[in-house]
């Protein structure tokens, strides 16, 4: 609806429809500017911030400012794109293929009025100390 109702408000269009029910009878429904407006508030968005830590090994680099950090070994693992604001941070930490990292990010979600996630990124905001396991006692 979401497509639709964008496609239309670009040339200003309503859209009727008319079908057959299962029962038989006929019905009908339209998408006017008022319907288009609707939708419109709903796609409205807020920002939802957390601040997390990300760790696990390298997988993607790029120039650009941009790390993939995969959380573990298995193919199915999760994978972060952690976007770096400032480039040159990267550049100054020398990161290669395959180093473990612990990153803290900004979590931001985009929320739309219903609650639904219409995009995510992950923003780096500076390292994270390393998590040491507990000594275990005999």
């Given at each position: 609806m979401d497509s639709?109702?964008?496609?239309l408000s670009k040339y200003s269009l309503d859209l009727g429809m008319t079908?057959?029910?299962?029962?038989?009878?006929?019905r009908r429904a339209q998408l006017t500017e008022r319907g288009r407006r609707h939708v419109e508030r709903l796609r409205e968005t807020r920002d939802r911030d957390q601040e997390i830590t990300i760790s696990g090994r390298i997988t993607e680099l790029r120039e650009s400012g941009w790390v993939k950090v995969k959380t573990?070994?298995?193919?199915?693992?999760?994978?972060?794109?952690?976007?770096?604001?400032?480039?040159?941070?990267l550049l100054r930490m020398r990161p290669g293929l395959g180093d473990n990292?612990?990153?803290?990010?900004r979590f931001r979600q985009r929320l739309d009025s219903v609650g639904i996630a219409r995009s995510t990124?992950?923003?780096?905001?500076?390292?994270a100390a390393e998590q040491t396991s507990l000594p275990l006692d005999p």
């Open positions: 639709l109702s964008r496609a079908w057959y029910a299962a029962d038989g009878g006929m573990g070994t298995a193919k199915n693992a999760y994978a972060y794109d952690v976007r770096f604001e400032e480039p040159e941070d990292v612990h990153f803290r990010v990124e992950y923003t780096y905001l500076g390292p």
